[in-house]
């Protein structure tokens, strides 16, 4: 579990007992953190379930703050030929070969190794993005020309404006 968070950059994690008293509640639509009469040992279960909806409601939290603050959006300056990411007062342009190659799905990279399976090198210098829109508000889609679709979730979008020193 603690190499899946590594690898995925996943902040939060849970084990979720699976035990009858619990599908029992669910069943009967009774939240199990709010039953009565629980038995031995499931004070934990109780635990890990109030843990989990506390971090739901702090992640819900700083995911609208920040978006607020950034007033964060991309486009795709056609007479530049730049990908445009505004975020506050800061604006960035990136190659759209560069974003391409950073793509992350499981077509350009292998979900349980982490090993690149796009030859960044091959990328045609010359994709350029066809559409894109804001997925939710964790994300930015891109049609690319070459026919891929890339999501981007604004972390790694933050991480390649670092990594390339925009």
Not at 117 to 123: A, N, P, S
Request: proline letters at 3%; aromatic letters at 6%.
């Amino acid at each position: 579990m603690e190499e899946l968070a590594t690898r995925y950059d996943i902040e939060h994690m849970f084990r979720i007992p699976l035990k009858a008293e619990i599908s029992r509640c669910g069943d009967e639509g009774t939240p199990f953190v709010l039953e009565e009469g629980v038995g031995e040992g499931e004070g934990e279960e109780k635990g890990v379930f109030a843990n989990l909806a506390s971090c739901v409601v702090t992640e819900s939290s700083k995911l609208r703050h920040e978006m607020q603050k950034k007033s964060a959006s991309v486009v795709y300056d056609e007479k530049k030929q730049k990908i445009i990411f505004k975020r506050g007062e800061k604006t960035s342009e990136v190659e759209p070969a560069d974003m391409r190659g950073a793509c992350r799905c499981a077509s350009c990279v292998e979900e349980f190794t982490g090993r690149q399976i796009l030859d960044v090198m091959k990328v045609d210098k010359k994709v350029r993005p066809v559409k894109i829109r804001a997925t939710g508000n964790y994300a930015v889609s891109v049609d690319w020309s070459d026919a891929h679709r890339s999501l981007y979730p604004w972390k790694d979008i933050e991480r390649l404006l670092v990594m390339l020193k925009i």
